[in-house]
Protein backbone atom coordinates (compact mmCIF):
# COMPACT_ATOMS: atom_id res chain seq x y z
CA UNK A 1 0.00 0.00 0.00
CA UNK A 2 1.42 3.18 -0.69
CA UNK A 3 2.14 6.29 1.79
CA UNK A 4 -0.59 8.27 0.84
CA UNK A 5 -3.15 5.51 1.42
CA UNK A 6 -1.86 4.70 4.41
CA UNK A 7 -2.29 7.92 5.81
CA UNK A 8 -5.58 8.46 4.58
CA UNK A 9 -6.88 5.55 6.14
CA UNK A 10 -5.21 6.43 9.15
CA UNK A 11 -6.82 9.58 9.22
CA UNK A 12 -10.20 8.37 8.51
CA UNK A 13 -9.82 5.81 10.99
CA UNK A 14 -8.79 8.79 13.55
CA UNK A 15 -11.30 10.68 12.40
CA UNK A 16 -14.31 8.46 12.81
CA UNK A 17 -13.16 7.10 16.24
CA UNK A 18 -13.49 11.00 17.12
CA UNK A 19 -16.69 11.65 15.47
CA UNK A 20 -17.81 8.49 17.42
CA UNK A 21 -16.23 9.38 20.71
CA UNK A 22 -18.08 12.69 20.33
CA UNK A 23 -21.30 10.88 19.88
CA UNK A 24 -21.07 8.90 22.75
CA UNK A 25 -20.19 11.43 24.91
CA UNK A 26 -22.75 13.98 23.55
CA UNK A 27 -25.83 15.22 25.78
CA UNK A 28 -29.03 13.26 24.40
CA UNK A 29 -30.66 16.18 22.68
CA UNK A 30 -27.38 16.19 20.48
CA UNK A 31 -27.47 12.41 20.01
CA UNK A 32 -31.04 12.72 18.92
CA UNK A 33 -29.83 15.50 16.24
CA UNK A 34 -27.19 13.44 14.98
CA UNK A 35 -29.12 10.26 14.48
CA UNK A 36 -31.95 11.93 13.05
CA UNK A 37 -29.57 13.78 10.81
CA UNK A 38 -28.44 10.65 8.98
CA UNK A 39 -32.40 10.02 8.72
CA UNK A 40 -32.38 11.78 4.59
CA UNK A 41 -29.36 9.27 3.74
CA UNK A 42 -31.03 5.90 5.17
CA UNK A 43 -34.23 7.29 3.26
CA UNK A 44 -32.08 7.10 -0.16
CA UNK A 45 -31.82 3.67 0.47
CA UNK A 46 -33.27 0.69 -0.39
CA UNK A 47 -36.19 0.78 2.49
CA UNK A 48 -35.63 -2.47 3.75
CA UNK A 49 -31.76 -2.08 3.76
CA UNK A 50 -32.19 0.86 5.65
CA UNK A 51 -34.43 -0.71 8.25
CA UNK A 52 -31.78 -3.36 8.59
CA UNK A 53 -29.20 -0.58 9.02
CA UNK A 54 -31.67 0.68 11.73
CA UNK A 55 -31.69 -2.58 13.92
CA UNK A 56 -28.37 -3.34 13.55
CA UNK A 57 -27.41 0.46 15.02
CA UNK A 58 -29.58 -0.07 17.74
CA UNK A 59 -28.36 -3.73 18.58
CA UNK A 60 -24.84 -2.34 18.58
CA UNK A 61 -25.73 0.64 20.86
CA UNK A 62 -25.68 3.13 18.51
CA UNK A 63 -28.80 5.00 19.36
CA UNK A 64 -29.20 7.71 21.68
CA UNK A 65 -30.18 7.07 25.09
CA UNK A 66 -32.87 8.75 26.50
CA UNK A 67 -32.10 9.32 30.01
CA UNK A 68 -34.69 11.86 30.90
CA UNK A 69 -37.64 11.61 33.12
CA UNK A 70 -41.24 11.32 31.47
CA UNK A 71 -43.51 14.08 32.42
CA UNK A 72 -45.81 12.52 35.58
CA UNK A 73 -49.16 12.90 33.73
CA UNK A 74 -47.79 10.11 30.89
CA UNK A 75 -47.30 7.55 33.46
CA UNK A 76 -49.65 4.64 33.37
CA UNK A 77 -50.74 1.34 34.65
CA UNK A 78 -52.56 -0.84 31.76
CA UNK A 79 -53.07 -4.33 32.44
CA UNK A 80 -51.44 -4.43 35.95
CA UNK A 81 -48.00 -3.59 34.22
CA UNK A 82 -46.17 0.16 34.96
CA UNK A 83 -45.29 2.24 31.65
CA UNK A 84 -43.70 5.43 32.41
CA UNK A 85 -45.08 6.60 28.94
CA UNK A 86 -47.82 5.09 26.59
CA UNK A 87 -46.00 5.10 23.83
CA UNK A 88 -44.81 2.09 21.94
CA UNK A 89 -42.79 0.79 19.21
CA UNK A 90 -45.04 -1.35 17.19
CA UNK A 91 -44.28 -4.94 15.66
CA UNK A 92 -42.53 -5.52 12.40
CA UNK A 93 -39.56 -3.23 13.63
CA UNK A 94 -37.40 -5.40 15.99
CA UNK A 95 -38.96 -8.85 14.90
CA UNK A 96 -36.00 -11.34 16.32
CA UNK A 97 -35.90 -8.90 19.19
CA UNK A 98 -31.86 -8.11 18.24
CA UNK A 99 -32.23 -4.55 19.74
CA UNK A 100 -34.51 -4.28 22.29
CA UNK A 101 -32.50 -2.57 25.53
CA UNK A 102 -31.54 -0.10 22.48
CA UNK A 103 -34.96 0.32 21.24
CA UNK A 104 -35.89 0.96 24.81
CA UNK A 105 -33.48 3.84 25.35
CA UNK A 106 -35.13 5.34 22.87
CA UNK A 107 -37.41 6.69 25.14
CA UNK A 108 -40.08 4.27 23.98
CA UNK A 109 -42.80 3.42 27.38
CA UNK A 110 -43.05 -0.10 25.69
CA UNK A 111 -41.44 -2.70 22.87
CA UNK A 112 -43.00 -5.13 21.00
CA UNK A 113 -41.29 -7.85 18.62
CA UNK A 114 -42.02 -10.11 16.86
CA UNK A 115 -44.24 -11.44 14.65
CA UNK A 116 -42.50 -14.22 15.07
CA UNK A 117 -43.72 -17.82 14.05
CA UNK A 118 -42.24 -21.37 15.45
CA UNK A 119 -39.72 -22.46 12.80
CA UNK A 120 -37.35 -19.90 10.84
CA UNK A 121 -38.79 -18.02 7.25
CA UNK A 122 -37.41 -16.11 4.45
CA UNK A 123 -41.01 -14.19 4.11
CA UNK A 124 -41.88 -13.19 0.79
CA UNK A 125 -38.96 -12.14 -1.57
CA UNK A 126 -38.12 -8.69 -2.19
CA UNK A 127 -38.52 -5.98 -3.59
CA UNK A 128 -41.20 -6.66 -0.38
CA UNK A 129 -41.27 -2.59 1.11
CA UNK A 130 -42.38 0.26 -0.81
CA UNK A 131 -42.32 3.82 0.58
CA UNK A 132 -44.44 7.02 -0.66
CA UNK A 133 -42.74 9.67 0.85
CA UNK A 134 -44.95 12.75 -0.19
CA UNK A 135 -47.67 11.01 2.40
CA UNK A 136 -44.97 9.66 4.57
CA UNK A 137 -46.53 6.28 4.47
CA UNK A 138 -45.12 2.60 3.72
CA UNK A 139 -46.19 -0.35 1.83
CA UNK A 140 -44.92 -3.63 2.92
CA UNK A 141 -45.46 -7.15 2.25
CA UNK A 142 -42.84 -8.61 4.29
CA UNK A 143 -44.73 -11.73 5.30
CA UNK A 144 -43.22 -12.80 8.38
CA UNK A 145 -39.73 -12.72 8.09
CA UNK A 146 -37.93 -13.70 10.75
CA UNK A 147 -35.36 -16.08 13.00
CA UNK A 148 -38.10 -18.64 14.50
CA UNK A 149 -38.76 -18.89 18.27
CA UNK A 150 -35.89 -20.99 19.30
CA UNK A 151 -33.34 -18.02 18.35
CA UNK A 152 -35.48 -15.06 19.56
CA UNK A 153 -35.99 -16.77 22.95
CA UNK A 154 -31.77 -17.05 22.79
CA UNK A 155 -32.22 -13.24 22.18
CA UNK A 156 -34.71 -12.11 24.82
CA UNK A 157 -32.85 -14.15 27.30
CA UNK A 158 -29.48 -11.97 26.31
CA UNK A 159 -31.44 -8.62 26.70
CA UNK A 160 -32.86 -9.78 30.35
CA UNK A 161 -29.00 -10.79 31.23
CA UNK A 162 -27.72 -7.59 30.08
CA UNK A 163 -31.19 -6.00 31.84
CA UNK A 164 -29.37 -7.64 35.30
CA UNK A 165 -25.55 -6.43 34.31
CA UNK A 166 -26.35 -3.25 33.67
CA UNK A 167 -28.95 -1.28 35.72
CA UNK A 168 -28.89 1.98 33.57
CA UNK A 169 -30.74 0.08 30.74
CA UNK A 170 -33.93 1.61 30.45
CA UNK A 171 -36.40 -1.39 31.15
CA UNK A 172 -40.35 -0.83 30.06
CA UNK A 173 -42.69 -3.77 29.41
CA UNK A 174 -41.98 -6.18 26.43
CA UNK A 175 -44.56 -7.29 24.31
CA UNK A 176 -43.91 -10.42 22.45
CA UNK A 177 -46.23 -10.48 19.32
CA UNK A 178 -47.03 -14.31 17.87
CA UNK A 179 -47.29 -15.22 14.33
CA UNK A 180 -47.66 -18.94 12.11
CA UNK A 181 -45.89 -19.79 9.30
CA UNK A 182 -46.68 -19.65 6.02
CA UNK A 183 -46.95 -23.58 5.02
CA UNK A 184 -48.54 -24.37 8.76
CA UNK A 185 -52.13 -25.76 8.17
CA UNK A 186 -52.79 -25.81 12.20
CA UNK A 187 -52.51 -21.81 13.17
CA UNK A 188 -53.36 -22.67 16.49
CA UNK A 189 -50.65 -24.84 17.03
CA UNK A 190 -48.10 -22.11 15.75
CA UNK A 191 -49.26 -19.84 18.02
CA UNK A 192 -49.52 -22.06 20.94
CA UNK A 193 -45.86 -23.29 20.06
CA UNK A 194 -44.75 -19.75 20.16
CA UNK A 195 -46.37 -19.14 23.57
CA UNK A 196 -44.62 -22.06 24.38
CA UNK A 197 -41.54 -20.66 23.90
CA UNK A 198 -41.80 -17.65 24.64
CA UNK A 199 -44.13 -16.43 27.12
CA UNK A 200 -41.63 -16.76 30.13
CA UNK A 201 -40.11 -13.30 28.10
CA UNK A 202 -43.22 -11.85 27.87
CA UNK A 203 -44.92 -8.23 29.47
CA UNK A 204 -47.93 -9.48 27.35
CA UNK A 205 -48.87 -11.31 24.72
CA UNK A 206 -49.80 -10.93 20.85
CA UNK A 207 -51.88 -13.14 18.73
CA UNK A 208 -51.52 -11.49 15.49
CA UNK A 209 -54.58 -12.70 13.17
CA UNK A 210 -54.16 -9.32 10.83
CA UNK A 211 -51.29 -9.26 8.66
CA UNK A 212 -52.24 -9.02 5.06
CA UNK A 213 -49.59 -10.99 4.18
CA UNK A 214 -49.90 -14.20 5.13
CA UNK A 215 -52.75 -16.09 3.27
CA UNK A 216 -55.46 -16.93 5.42
CA UNK A 217 -54.29 -15.37 8.55
CA UNK A 218 -57.12 -12.86 8.74
CA UNK A 219 -59.64 -15.64 8.57
CA UNK A 220 -58.98 -16.01 12.06
CA UNK A 221 -60.65 -13.18 13.45
CA UNK A 222 -63.97 -15.06 11.83
CA UNK A 223 -66.49 -15.57 15.08
CA UNK A 224 -65.99 -19.15 15.32
CA UNK A 225 -62.26 -19.39 14.44
CA UNK A 226 -61.06 -16.69 17.25
CA UNK A 227 -63.10 -17.97 20.10
CA UNK A 228 -61.53 -21.91 19.23
CA UNK A 229 -58.03 -20.25 18.62
CA UNK A 230 -58.11 -17.72 21.79
CA UNK A 231 -59.35 -21.15 24.16
CA UNK A 232 -56.86 -23.00 22.73
CA UNK A 233 -53.94 -20.43 23.43
CA UNK A 234 -55.67 -19.00 26.86
CA UNK A 235 -55.71 -22.84 27.81
CA UNK A 236 -51.62 -23.42 27.17
CA UNK A 237 -50.58 -20.18 28.97
CA UNK A 238 -52.69 -21.09 31.96
CA UNK A 239 -51.37 -25.02 32.12
CA UNK A 240 -48.05 -23.25 32.05
CA UNK A 241 -46.66 -23.15 35.76
CA UNK A 242 -46.36 -19.39 36.58
CA UNK A 243 -45.03 -17.36 39.31
CA UNK A 244 -47.01 -15.67 42.06
CA UNK A 245 -47.34 -12.60 38.86
CA UNK A 246 -49.15 -14.92 36.95
CA UNK A 247 -49.42 -15.09 33.27
CA UNK A 248 -48.72 -12.37 30.93
CA UNK A 249 -51.57 -11.12 29.66
CA UNK A 250 -53.38 -11.82 26.07
CA UNK A 251 -54.06 -8.83 23.45
CA UNK A 252 -55.58 -10.27 19.93
CA UNK A 253 -54.27 -7.57 17.12
CA UNK A 254 -56.83 -6.58 15.03
CA UNK A 255 -56.88 -5.20 10.93
CA UNK A 256 -59.24 -1.78 10.01
CA UNK A 257 -60.37 -4.19 7.33
CA UNK A 258 -63.29 -5.16 9.63
CA UNK A 259 -66.95 -5.35 8.78
CA UNK A 260 -69.91 -4.33 11.02
CA UNK A 261 -70.42 -7.71 12.48
CA UNK A 262 -66.74 -8.58 12.11
CA UNK A 263 -66.36 -5.71 15.03
CA UNK A 264 -69.17 -7.00 16.68
CA UNK A 265 -67.66 -10.77 16.79
CA UNK A 266 -64.38 -9.72 17.67
CA UNK A 267 -65.62 -7.71 20.96
CA UNK A 268 -68.29 -10.63 22.11
CA UNK A 269 -65.11 -13.07 21.62
CA UNK A 270 -62.16 -10.75 23.31
CA UNK A 271 -65.14 -10.08 26.41
CA UNK A 272 -66.49 -13.51 26.36
CA UNK A 273 -63.27 -15.89 26.24
CA UNK A 274 -61.26 -13.30 28.80
CA UNK A 275 -58.94 -11.75 26.58
CA UNK A 276 -56.99 -9.01 28.22
CA UNK A 277 -56.99 -6.44 25.56
CA UNK A 278 -56.79 -5.69 21.86
CA UNK A 279 -54.25 -3.79 19.14
CA UNK A 280 -56.11 -1.88 17.04
CA UNK A 281 -54.70 -2.00 14.46
CA UNK A 282 -52.33 -3.72 11.88
CA UNK A 283 -52.07 -2.37 8.35
CA UNK A 284 -54.83 -1.69 5.62
CA UNK A 285 -55.16 -3.22 1.96
CA UNK A 286 -57.04 -0.44 1.34
CA UNK A 287 -55.52 2.78 -0.33
CA UNK A 288 -57.27 5.61 0.91
CA UNK A 289 -57.39 9.27 -0.09
CA UNK A 290 -54.62 9.99 -2.23
CA UNK A 291 -52.36 7.27 -2.01
CA UNK A 292 -53.85 5.95 -4.89
CA UNK A 293 -52.50 8.72 -6.90
CA UNK A 294 -49.00 6.94 -6.25
CA UNK A 295 -47.25 3.73 -8.13
CA UNK A 296 -46.70 2.26 -4.82
CA UNK A 297 -50.33 1.85 -4.66
CA UNK A 298 -50.29 -1.03 -6.83
CA UNK A 299 -47.92 -2.97 -4.81
CA UNK A 300 -49.41 -6.14 -3.31
CA UNK A 301 -49.07 -5.40 0.93
CA UNK A 302 -50.16 -3.59 3.89
CA UNK A 303 -50.42 0.30 3.90
CA UNK A 304 -49.31 2.01 6.87
CA UNK A 305 -48.53 5.88 7.98
CA UNK A 306 -50.68 8.78 8.72
CA UNK A 307 -53.04 7.38 5.29
CA UNK A 308 -53.68 4.61 8.01
CA UNK A 309 -54.96 7.25 10.71
CA UNK A 310 -58.66 8.02 9.68
CA UNK A 311 -59.04 4.38 9.40
CA UNK A 312 -57.32 2.77 12.26
CA UNK A 313 -58.64 5.30 14.91
CA UNK A 314 -62.57 4.81 13.64
CA UNK A 315 -62.05 1.20 14.42
CA UNK A 316 -60.78 1.55 17.59
CA UNK A 317 -63.42 4.03 18.25
CA UNK A 318 -66.18 1.00 17.49
CA UNK A 319 -64.28 -1.02 19.52
CA UNK A 320 -64.08 0.98 22.38
CA UNK A 321 -67.51 1.24 22.03
CA UNK A 322 -68.65 -2.38 21.40
CA UNK A 323 -66.82 -3.73 24.34
CA UNK A 324 -68.19 -1.06 26.55
CA UNK A 325 -64.87 0.38 27.87
CA UNK A 326 -64.05 -2.80 29.86
CA UNK A 327 -61.03 -4.21 27.65
CA UNK A 328 -57.58 -2.17 27.76
CA UNK A 329 -57.17 -0.87 23.85
CA UNK A 330 -53.80 -0.14 22.63
CA UNK A 331 -54.12 2.09 19.36
CA UNK A 332 -52.16 1.78 16.63
CA UNK A 333 -51.73 2.98 12.84
CA UNK A 334 -51.20 6.29 11.48
CA UNK A 335 -49.46 8.34 14.74
CA UNK A 336 -47.12 10.44 13.59
CA UNK A 337 -47.29 13.60 16.61
CA UNK A 338 -48.67 13.84 19.68
CA UNK A 339 -51.78 15.23 18.81
CA UNK A 340 -52.34 11.85 16.86
CA UNK A 341 -51.68 9.79 20.21
CA UNK A 342 -54.42 11.89 22.36
CA UNK A 343 -56.94 11.41 19.64
CA UNK A 344 -56.20 7.22 19.56
CA UNK A 345 -56.19 8.12 23.76
CA UNK A 346 -59.14 10.34 23.67
CA UNK A 347 -60.89 7.49 21.10
CA UNK A 348 -60.32 4.84 23.62
CA UNK A 349 -56.69 3.72 23.71
CA UNK A 350 -55.15 2.89 26.82
CA UNK A 351 -51.51 2.72 24.96
CA UNK A 352 -50.30 3.99 21.81
CA UNK A 353 -48.01 2.40 19.29
CA UNK A 354 -46.52 3.52 16.09
CA UNK A 355 -43.84 2.08 13.55
CA UNK A 356 -43.53 4.07 10.01
CA UNK A 357 -43.32 7.63 11.47
CA UNK A 358 -40.21 6.40 13.57
CA UNK A 359 -39.05 4.78 10.38
CA UNK A 360 -39.35 8.22 8.54
CA UNK A 361 -38.34 10.50 10.95
CA UNK A 362 -36.00 8.49 13.71
CA UNK A 363 -35.36 9.06 17.33
CA UNK A 364 -36.16 12.40 17.78
CA UNK A 365 -39.89 11.83 16.91
CA UNK A 366 -40.45 10.24 20.25
CA UNK A 367 -39.49 13.07 22.82
CA UNK A 368 -41.56 15.17 20.34
CA UNK A 369 -44.99 12.74 20.48
CA UNK A 370 -44.35 12.76 24.10
CA UNK A 371 -43.68 16.31 24.58
CA UNK A 372 -47.13 17.16 22.59
CA UNK A 373 -49.21 14.48 24.16
CA UNK A 374 -48.07 15.78 27.36
CA UNK A 375 -49.34 19.52 26.44
CA UNK A 376 -52.36 18.09 24.98
CA UNK A 377 -53.15 16.29 28.06
CA UNK A 378 -52.21 20.16 30.21
CA UNK A 379 -54.65 21.78 27.61
CA UNK A 380 -57.64 20.02 28.18
CA UNK A 381 -57.67 20.06 31.71
CA UNK A 382 -56.72 15.71 31.92
CA UNK A 383 -53.72 15.25 34.74
CA UNK A 384 -53.05 11.63 33.15
CA UNK A 385 -53.53 9.56 30.07
CA UNK A 386 -55.78 7.39 32.28
CA UNK A 387 -58.54 10.51 32.76
CA UNK A 388 -58.39 11.27 28.71
CA UNK A 389 -59.07 7.69 27.61
CA UNK A 390 -62.29 7.62 26.06
CA UNK A 391 -62.79 10.90 26.83
CA UNK A 392 -65.17 10.89 23.05
CA UNK A 393 -67.56 8.21 24.17
CA UNK A 394 -68.89 10.15 27.99
CA UNK A 395 -71.88 8.41 27.53
CA UNK A 396 -69.75 4.55 28.30
CA UNK A 397 -67.51 6.63 30.27
CA UNK A 398 -70.25 7.40 32.64
CA UNK A 399 -71.19 10.80 31.79
CA UNK A 400 -68.02 12.42 32.05
CA UNK A 401 -67.92 14.96 28.94
CA UNK A 402 -64.81 15.90 27.03
CA UNK A 403 -62.08 17.67 29.23
CA UNK A 404 -63.82 17.09 32.43
CA UNK A 405 -61.73 15.69 35.19
CA UNK A 406 -62.37 12.09 36.29
CA UNK A 407 -60.59 12.65 39.63
CA UNK A 408 -61.82 14.89 42.92
CA UNK A 409 -61.91 18.78 42.32
CA UNK A 410 -58.95 20.54 43.93
CA UNK A 411 -61.67 21.58 46.95
CA UNK A 412 -61.89 17.99 47.84
CA UNK A 413 -58.66 16.95 47.63
CA UNK A 414 -57.76 20.22 50.10
CA UNK A 415 -60.67 18.73 52.44
C1 LIG B 1 -42.45 -2.84 7.48
C2 LIG B 1 -43.52 -3.24 8.45
C3 LIG B 1 -43.52 -4.52 9.01
C4 LIG B 1 -44.51 -4.89 9.92
N1 LIG B 1 -44.49 -6.13 10.48
C5 LIG B 1 -45.42 -6.48 11.40
C6 LIG B 1 -45.37 -7.74 12.05
O1 LIG B 1 -44.48 -8.56 11.83
N2 LIG B 1 -46.36 -8.03 12.96
C7 LIG B 1 -47.35 -7.15 13.27
O2 LIG B 1 -48.20 -7.45 14.11
N3 LIG B 1 -47.41 -5.93 12.67
C8 LIG B 1 -46.46 -5.59 11.76
N4 LIG B 1 -46.52 -4.36 11.17
C9 LIG B 1 -47.66 -3.45 11.47
C10 LIG B 1 -47.30 -2.43 12.55
O3 LIG B 1 -47.02 -3.06 13.77
C11 LIG B 1 -48.46 -1.42 12.74
O4 LIG B 1 -49.58 -2.14 13.18
C12 LIG B 1 -48.83 -0.69 11.46
O5 LIG B 1 -47.67 -0.38 10.71
C13 LIG B 1 -49.59 0.61 11.74
O6 LIG B 1 -48.83 1.52 12.48
P1 LIG B 1 -48.01 2.74 11.81
O7 LIG B 1 -48.93 3.45 10.88
O8 LIG B 1 -47.57 3.58 12.97
O9 LIG B 1 -46.85 2.12 11.10
C14 LIG B 1 -45.53 -3.96 10.26
C15 LIG B 1 -45.53 -2.68 9.69
C16 LIG B 1 -44.54 -2.32 8.81
C17 LIG B 1 -44.56 -0.92 8.23
Redesign the pocket.
Known sequence: MSKLIKRTVLLGAVAASGAAAFYLTADTDTQMEIASSTGPLLRMLDPELS?IIGIQAAARGLLPRDTRPDPPSLHTKVFGLEFSNPLGL????D?NAEAVAGLMGLGFGFV?V??ITPRPQPGNPPPR?FRIPELKA?I?R?G?N?LGADAVQDHLAEFEKKVLQDPSIKRGPLGV?L?KNKSSKDASQDYCIGLTRLAQHADYL?V?V??PNTPGLRALQGRKELEALVKQVKGTRDRMLWGPGGPPPLLI?VAPDLSEPDKRDIAAVALNCGVDGL?V???TIQRPGRVAEFPAAQEAG?L???P??EL?TSVLSDMYRLTGGRLPLVG????SSGEDAYRKIRAGASLV???????YEGPTLIPRVKRELAECLDRDGFRSVAEAVGADHPDIRGGSGPGTRKTSPSWFRWW
Do not use: D, R, W
Not at 353 to 359: E, P, R
Open positions: HAAGFKEGSVTNYFNNGVNSSKISNTGSGPLLSCGGVQLYTAFA
